[in-house]
């Protein structure tokens, strides 16, 4: 339980109203008395009114109704204020677990920073270099030569670090490629559940500082993944594959291998990249094209039944 007013005051927002004790945060049509939720979007301002939550966190532009009983917190972003008061009233645990604690097992080659979280069964192999406050889930396999930048969370069932799918054919017959790569992970990034990152196999797999990488997602070998980037879950990468930074992939897109996608593209969900593209582009469809060319074409492909109605004395 917190007072409304110290939430207020760590998360740089105004209250407007009762200062309140809150005991927690819900969403704003599930409220309930003594708890925060927030409006981030006008569709929500409607169960401003409606709503039985005591406070909400909401833009400084937001209109006051002067007959509502309901505090608010004023602040520039409230998704973001939300972060922050989740953080306030739900605080974890960083306190750093040994392989001796657990059923996890860390490789005493391994280099571990300060405030290590490992959940149950996980494994940390050779040569792996893990930075400070990093947290892993359960059943999380950390394979050898791996290297994790601080503040990096890795979601429960995820292997980092495997081999990956690399083959030589001689005399009829499939021969595995070793794969003497890394998988290096920068600051701040976010692996989901059941991810599975390979390592190189000649040269490192890469994924930069502050990208989100969500549960399901298939990142093959050598690919390097850029800054500030977000991949949505369902998402393949193959090979050797080179994406900028702040990069937003919607889910279940598939990107074919040794291709280069420029800085701050949107690939649209479902798509399949087949091309390079360059920067600032919106591309969708399979295969991708540019987002607005490849609608063009599917109102005149709609419209195609149309045209050859009104003209079919012209193509008899």
Same mark, same amino acid.
């Given at each position: 339980m917190l007072p409304l007013s110290k939430i207020a005051k760590e998360i740089n927002g105004e209250l407007v109203g009762a200062d309140l004790n809150i005991n927690g945060i819900c969403q704003i049509d599930k409220g309930?008395?003594?708890?925060?939720?927030?409006?981030?979007?006008?569709?929500?301002?409607?169960?401003?009114?409606?709503?039985?939550?005591?406070?909400?966190?909401?833009?400084?532009?937001?209109?006051?109704?002067?007959?509502?009983?309901?505090?608010?917190i004023k602040v520039n972003n409230p998704r973001f204020g939300l972060l922050k008061a989740i953080n306030l009233l739900y605080p974890t645990n960083n306190t750093s677990i040994k392989s001796s604690d657990s059923s996890s097992i860390i490789h005493k080659s391994a280099i571990i920073g300060k405030n290590l979280s490992i959940g149950d069964n996980s494994t940390?192999?050779?040569?792996?270099? =893990? $930075? /400070? !406050?990093?947290? @892993? *889930?359960?059943?999380?396999?950390?394979? #050898?030569?791996?290297?994790?930048?601080s503040q990096t969370i890795i979601q429960s069932g995820s292997v980092i670090g495997s081999n990956g799918f690399g083959t030589v054919k001689n005399k009829n017959k499939h021969f595995n490629m070793p794969h003497i790569g890394k998988v290096i992970l920068g600051e701040d990034v976010w692996i989901g559940s059941n991810t599975t990152i390979d390592r190189g196999s000649i040269g490192d797999t890469i994924i930069g500082d502050n990208s989100k990488i969500d549960n399901l997602i298939q990142i093959a070998?050598?690919?390097e993944i850029g800054k500030g980037c977000?991949?949505?879950?369902?998402?393949?990468?193959?090979?050797?594959?080179?994406i900028g930074n702040n990069v937003s992939i919607g889910g279940?897109?598939?990107?074919?291998?040794?291709?280069? =996608? $420029? /800085? !701050?593209?949107? @690939? *649209?969900?479902?798509?399949?990249?087949? #091309?390079s593209f360059s920067d600032n582009l919106f591309v969708s469809g399979s295969p991708a094209k540019i987002h607005k060319d490849r609608v063009k074409e599917d109102v005149?492909?709609?419209?195609?039944?149309?045209?050859?109605?009104?003209?079919?004395?012209?193509?008899?």
């Open positions: 309930k008395k003594s708890y925060l939720s927030f409006i981030d979007n006008p569709i929500y301002v409607k169960k401003y009114k409606l709503t039985k939550c005591s406070a909400l966190i909401v833009h400084k532009s937001f209109k006051i109704d002067p007959k509502s009983k309901i505090s608010l940390v192999s050779e040569n792996v270099k =893990i $930075g /400070d !406050n990093v947290k @892993i *889930g359960n059943n999380v396999s950390i394979e #050898k030569d791996t290297i994790i930048g070998h050598n690919v977000l991949i949505a879950s369902g998402t393949a990468i193959a090979g050797t594959t080179i279940q897109v598939g990107i074919t291998g040794h291709l280069n =996608i $420029g /800085d !701050n593209c949107l @690939i *649209g969900a479902q798509s399949l990249v087949t #091309k005149a492909l709609r419209n195609l039944p149309k045209f050859f109605k009104k003209n079919k004395n012209k193509f008899l």
